[in-house]
């Protein structure tokens, strides 16, 4: 009889063992223009849950594994939909939140997050948010419970515009584009690029503005027609950077070279103007150049997402959040799921550099990340590499 | 100076787009007296179907693309009749408002899915096509969109004024128990109209497509907004009124944005609108008959 | 427990500006400007707690006044259109509010960082709730402490002559006048209501949400805001409850089970709402 008890609470055991999960929360816009993200962030995110699980999973504070769990929310881009959605997630007995898609989501978000880790006085809410896609310069710093794994903008076009330089004597000026209405790609020209090709010892003639579902350019094109700069910088999405090369070809523009703003490397924008967009240079943190990225890009397409700069965030959050986990000895156990969130903070926070898919990346106080880029080019309707610094 | 006449002469010939949905939203609104939100929505769908032909022949010229447009405006046109229209009664006139507005969530949606909000290449006519005078140019394909818009503005009245269909759709607007009275089928002209005013939107999708360039979910909101402006500084029911009213529009908000920039630009044209709210409130043109 | 505390605060503001467009449509008026009163009353009540450090209360008093005065300039030009042209109208109004926000900036420094609202990045950091120690359900007893009071007034000038006036007014303008109602006095009076309510229920959202920019004010919400009183029905202020329920509670949160599908839906069910209760939920007219 003691033996069969043993051999049976061994067994209960055992599948208890098997049994454990670690759930990880991502979220993200699954409407409207940037549905894409939505999809291509979470198909990456199963991915690598799906690669860490086949390879035992996570170990955890008892020695034992647990797989990662991963579900997916809709916020639909919009911030009283985000914030309802990460108070759902802190509901449940995820250890962190992976999200979100849109800054304007990440912003409100951020500020319902507690300011300083630990203040008795603050009554935020205490739950880790990793971010994969948000870009929005300076999001991160809003609260000690949030982090970035997006590219540093500043970094990139810094280097972006110093190459240029170096690889083109003879250019000297340049003009900028820039989506007035939507904060990431404003924040981008007047911070970023801007000051950025200033600081090259390029000459900024002037600026065109537009809004984000703009349609008509002739003016702007005009004013760049006029300024005759050889770099035009285009800080806008897909949609209007689309509409603008178009206009850009009517009226005969050909400026000797054009940059891109992060976001617009990805496939929409040569499925949108393919042939216009032929040759923009856009610095990147992403691209299936080595035997790393191709596996992720491989492993996502098999949950049906595209690899991107922002989705293979995603997939690196993941396995920079195990190698956290393990590191903290998070316990697994459904009664610690707050003391597992804060060590997961702590541990996001301890963090000096993490391994990306294309080489090491550095974080920083501000729990922001310096990733390692390279520099694209539309050719053919494909992003090829142009230059890549590592 | 040449700015000034440059920006609006842009701003007149892109308002060529405006006149195109605007004459189906006066049509609508106006003709028809119903409050149909989810028009530029579904004349974007429309558009989008018209893509449908190019995954099924690859290389399609545009006007094959446009036809399909054409058509599926036609068919999406029925649809909010049916799911909108059809079983409301008259007596509850804020219901269509919001079941309009629903279809138009609903076809943003589907549009949203299919695409994964991804913006789609629209085949062209002419949009390399620039007449210029020195240093003044004009755009070839927006003068197309021009031309259609006349098309469709002499197409619809006669229509309108010298078919049956025409005086029962207006009979059904002024008075519709008059009109039944009279043996008119009140369903059937409705089916018929939204049908007609679909298949102008369904064109008039795929024209602002291929102008534009690229088709996205973006769309359709500011659309809907150009359009109802057009329409009350057109004057309700007038569809020369709507023509006349997208140039105006168009111009305008180009000369302001020359003057005063991007971000004040969409405030001026509201300004406009009270402007006429104010002081015509009739709009351009006053239409003949009706209310 | 925490998610149901947010939903509820969430359901709570939502019923303020749909309760802003009932009394509005109740004298026949479609109404698409309330999110420019909402917005405005967030703006406000932001600054004040932010900028000037006031305590939330008087900050919302000052934004159910300056909701109340932009209502009521409103309503006197709106007087002179009917029917569509007021949608399209009021519709504009909300556009230019927008506008305006986008091109506003108002920073002070505090510390070492500038605050206040800037044009189109918005304003952020409108921490008055965690910076003072608020717990999610002591904001939700508030905000519906504020709602109840709200559906109280209402439920209240329902059941009073002002609320028969108000409703005969929507009915019938012509013989409302025929027997001495002053149009003028109704019409522009119900607006200023409304717009009094939308000032505090945007001032709510600034605070719930931290950060608020022009675009959180866009012609989405604005039509939201006449969907909750017309899916609901204008019987009562309960019909634009049971409207707010509906669609954030059941369809936006409810239906996430869904996935994918529940974005469908959205669009679906208040088109078969409608379909199925042209009158709303609760019905239309008061009989008596």
């Not at chain 2, 007296?33 to 690859?58: D, W």
């Not at chain 2, 290389?59 to 068919?75: I, K």
């Amino acid at each position: 009889m003691k033996k069969l008890a043993l051999a049976v609470s061994l067994a209960l055991a055992a599948g208890m063992a098997h049994a454990q999960t670690i759930k990880i929360a991502g979220f993200g816009a699954k409407s409207g223009v940037v549905r894409s993200f939505g999809i291509n962030s979470e198909a990456a995110l199963l991915a690598a849950a799906d690669v860490i699980n086949k390879a035992g999973g996570v170990k955890l504070a008892d020695g034992s594994k647990a797989k990662m769990v991963v579900e997916f929310y809709d916020d639909r881009c919009n911030a009283e939909e985000g914030i309802s959605v990460i108070r759902r997630i802190a509901g449940t007995d995820a250890v962190v939140a992976v999200g979100p898609t849109c800054s304007n989501v990440a912003e409100p978000l951020f500020g319902i997050l507690q300011k300083k880790a630990g203040d008795a006085g603050d009554s935020g809410l205490q739950m880790p948010v990793f971010t994969d896609v948000a870009i929005k310069v300076g999001l991160a710093k809003i609260s000690e419970w949030a982090f970035r794994n997006v590219p540093n903008e500043m970094t990139m076009y810094n280097s972006l515009f110093y190459w240029l330089r170096t690889q083109h004597p003879g250019l000297k000026t340049v003009y900028g584009g820039v989506e007035e209405d939507f904060a990431h790609s404003r924040a981008t020209w007047y911070i970023v690029m801007k000051t950025r090709a200033e600081a090259s010892g390029y000459e900024v003639l002037g600026t065109s503005k537009w809004l984000l579902a703009d349609s008509n350019f002739a003016t702007q094109v005009r004013e760049m027609k006029k300024a005759n700069a050889d770099i035009i910088a285009l800080s806008a999405h897909p949609f209007t950077t689309c509409g603008v090369l178009k206009e850009m070809q009517r009226q005969g523009v050909k400026p000797k070279l054009l940059v891109g703003l992060t976001s617009s490397s990805s496939l929409e924008t040569l499925q949108g103007c393919p042939k216009q967009a032929e040759g923009i240079i856009i610095p990147t943190s992403f691209a299936p150049i080595n035997k790393e990225a191709n596996f992720a890009a491989k492993s996502t397409a098999k949950f049906k997402g595209a690899a991107d700069l922002h989705s293979m965030a995603a997939w690196e959050n993941m396995f920079i959040l195990k190698n956290v986990m393990e590191a903290e000895g998070i316990s697994g156990k459904p009664g610690d799921v707050q003391a597992d969130r804060r060590k997961i903070r702590d541990g996001l926070a301890r963090l000096k550099t993490t391994q990306g898919l294309m080489g090491v990346t550095k974080r920083d106080a501000e729990r922001e990340a310096d990733k390692p880029y390279l520099f694209v080019h539309a050719k053919k309707g494909e992003w090829k590499v142009l230059y890549n610094p590592l | 100076m040449l700015d000034f006449f440059q920006a609006v002469s842009d701003g007149v010939l892109f308002g060529a787009t405006y006149a195109l949905i605007g004459i189906g939203f006066t049509l609508v609104f106006g003709v028809m007296h119903k409050i149909n939100m989810a028009y530029a929505a579904a004349s974007v769908g429309g558009a989008y179907a018209g893509l449908l032909v190019l995954q099924v022949m690859a290389g399609a010229p545009p006007w094959v693309v446009f036809s399909c447009a054409f058509l599926a405006g036609g068919l999406l046109g029925w649809m909010v009749y049916v799911t909108c229209f059809h079983f409301i009664p008259l007596s509850s006139p804020l219901a269509p408002l919001m079941s309009t507005v629903g279809m138009l969530l609903l076809i943003d949606e589907v549009i949203v899915h299919l695409t994964a909000g991804m913006p789609q290449a629209y085949p062209a006519l002419f949009d390399d096509v620039m007449l210029s005078m020195g240093e003044f140019t004009l755009r070839g394909d927006l003068m197309l969109v021009f031309g259609v818009s006349v098309l469709a503005m002499i197409a619809l009245l006669l229509l309108l004024y010298r078919t049956r269909l025409g005086l029962a759709t207006r009979a059904v607007a002024q008075q519709p128990v008059a009109a039944q009275l009279c043996g008119i089928r009140l369903a059937r002209v409705n089916v018929l109209t939204f049908v007609v005013t679909g298949l102008l939107g369904g064109l008039a999708g795929a024209l602002v497509g291929a102008s534009v360039g690229t088709l996205s979910p973006l769309l359709t909101v500011p659309l809907t907004i150009k359009g109802l402006i057009v329409t009350v500084i057109g004057g309700l029911g007038s569809i020369p009124g709507a023509i006349v009213a997208g140039l105006l529009v168009g111009g305008f908000e180009n000369v302001l944005q020359l003057y005063r920039g991007v971000t004040e630009r969409d405030l001026y044209v509201m300004l406009l609108l009270f402007a006429f709210l104010i002081f015509r409130p009739a709009g351009l043109f006053a239409p003949r008959g009706g209310h | 427990m925490d998610f149901y505390f947010g939903l509820a605060q969430l359901i709570g503001v939502h019923t303020l500006l749909g309760l802003s467009a009932y009394i509005v449509l109740l004298t026949g008026q479609v109404s698409l400007a309330q999110a420019g009163f909402f917005a405005v009353g967030a703006y406000v009540a932001g600054m004040l707690t932010v900028l000037a450090g006031w305590h939330i209360v008087p900050a919302l008093g000052v934004s159910a006044m300056s909701g109340a005065a932009v209502a009521c300039a409103v309503g006197f030009p709106a007087l002179r259109v009917k029917g569509l042209m007021l949608v399209i109208a009021t519709l504009a109004f909300g556009e230019g509010v927008r506008l305006f926000f986008f091109n506003f900036d108002y920073q002070i420094a505090k510390g070492e960082i500038q605050v206040g609202p800037l044009g189109g990045e918005g304003f952020r950091q409108i921490r008055f709730f965690p910076e003072n120690g608020w717990e999610t359900w002591e904001v939700m007893y508030f905000i519906w402490a504020i709602v109840i009071a709200a559906m109280a007034l209402l439920w209240w000038f329902d059941r009073s002559r002002y609320g028969t006036v108000l409703r005969a007014v929507g009915e019938d303008e012509l013989a409302a006048q025929s027997v001495g109602i002053n149009l003028t006095a109704v019409k522009v009076s119900a607006m200023t209501v409304g717009g009094a309510i939308a000032g505090v229920g945007g001032g709510l959202y600034a605070h719930y949400t931290t950060h608020i920019e022009h675009l959180s004010f866009n012609i989405l919400l604005a039509t939201f805001a006449i969907a909750y009183p017309i899916v609901g029905g204008l019987r009562s202020v309960f019909g634009t409850l049971l409207a707010v329920i509906f669609v954030q509670g059941f369809l936006v949160e409810g239906l996430r089970f869904l996935g994918d599908w529940r974005n469908l839906l959205f669009g679906a069910l208040i088109v078969l709402a409608m379909n199925l209760r042209p009158e709303g939920i609760l019905g239309g007219r008061r009989r008596a």
